[in-house]
T-cell receptor, first 114, second 111 residues
Framework: DAGVIQSPRHEVTEMGQEVTLRCKPI?????LFWYRQTMMRGLELLIY????????DSGMPEDRFSAKMPNASFSTLKIQPSEPRDSAVYFC????????????FGSGTRLTVV | DQQVKQNSPSLSVQEGRISILNCDYT??????FLWYKKYPAEGPTFLIS?????DKNEDGRFTVFLNKSAKHLSLHIVPSQPGDSAVYFC??????????FGKGTRLHILP
């Protein structure tokens, strides 16, 4: 099992550009989560999907952020247009079943917007 | 408003001694609590968890204690080892699937 795979590992982009982060969850996991880590806020939940359906997007900071899960093996988080304050590490995680079992996280994408 | 709070940004402990990481929460609906460990340039990894119906869960050198009346939990690591140096996140979930994380505590194990 390759675990949760995120790409790219690092992304540097100019303010105003569109950024797309990608995630491949563990096969068989039916829930997928996008988190953002910053020094000020720690790990914030942005959005999560259950069986490819968005369940809770209340953590998405602004309309500039959008996420999709077109199938069980792929999800994207898009920021358009990007701003310097979006600079952070973005993590994707997946889990199977319901309840409080722990997630499996990917290695993250470090985004820098200059 | 943070529902899961880790008030100590960092903690230094001598190798071989006990490390105690603390966490407070505000939401009484949380029914499951977890600790994650994170090394630089890696994603957080699940360490140990506890259900709200228990007050203690032990796994090797790691023990989590839950005090529901105080809305407080702690992670004990004994004995502490150099490889334990990492950022530790406290987290909680309710019947929903989502997990809410604290800001983390950076643990330094001193030689």
């Amino acid at each position: 099992d390759a675990g949760v795979i995120q790409s790219p590992r690092h992304e540097v982009t100019e303010m105003g550009q569109e950024v797309t982060l990608r995630c491949k969850p563990i096969s068989g996991h039916n829930s997928l989560f996008w988190y953002r880590q910053t020094m000020m806020r720690g790990l914030e939940l942005l959005i999560y999907f259950n069986n490819n359906v968005p369940i809770d997007d209340s953590g998405m900071p602004e309309d500039r952020f959008s996420a999709k899960m077109p199938n069980a093996s792929f999800s994207t988080l898009k920021i358009q247009p990007s701003e310097p304050r979006d600079s952070a590490v973005y993590f994707c995680a997946s889990k199977s079943g319901t309840g409080g079992d722990g997630y499996t996280f990917g290695s993250g994408t470090r985004l820098t917007v200059v | 408003d943070q529902q899961v709070k880790q008030n100590s940004p960092s903690l230094s402990v001598q190798e071989g001694r006990i490390s105690i990481l603390n966490c407070d929460y505000t939401n009484s609906m949380f029914d499951y609590f977890l600790w994650y460990k994170k090394y630089p340039a890696e994603g957080p990894t699940f360490l140990i968890s506890i259900s709200s119906i228990k007050d203690k869960n032990e796994d090797g050198r790691f023990t989590v204690f839950l005090n529901k009346s105080a809305k407080h939990l702690s992670l004990h690591i004994v004995p502490s080892q150099p490889g334990d140096s990492a950022v530790y996140f406290c987290a909680a979930s309710d019947r929903d699937d989502k997990i809410i994380f604290g800001k983390g505590t950076r643990l330094h194990i001193l030689p």
